[in-house]
């Protein structure tokens, strides 16, 4: 039986504060420390107290801002007269489909014939227009 390995790599660009505070970030989110896995030096480890997780009271004052900006873009919304809803939007896009979408046939033999017929014709005349001009 083979023995099952992986390999992880973090590859850094760029300003080496921002990488490393990012580093340190991620390594903290996972309770590791960057120092242990990269050669980054120099920065704090982020510590949550909750361990990452968000407490009751912190829920709640997360949510009571998502529903304040709710409450704002449904004013600016009502403010800038539109008052269209998702289903009204689905059925504007339907009728604009509907007046602008161009009908494409598939080219079939007959058509394909037509085609290079017309493009030859137009060669012909022109061939003869140019000639009349020569002369």
Known sequence: MSERRGTVMLIQRGDPEITGAIVEGMM???????TETSSVTGFAGATFPTGGRLSGEQIEVVQAEID??????????????????PED????ITKARGDYQRLTRPAGPLRRFARRALGLYGLVVYSVATMGRGW
Request: net charge positive.
């Open 68 to 85: 304040r900006q709710k409450i704002l873009a449904d004013l600016v919304r009502v403010a800038t007269g539109n008052r269209n809803t």
């Open 28 to 34: 903290a989110g996972r309770s590791v420390s960057a």
């Open 89 to 92: 939007y689905e059925i504007l």
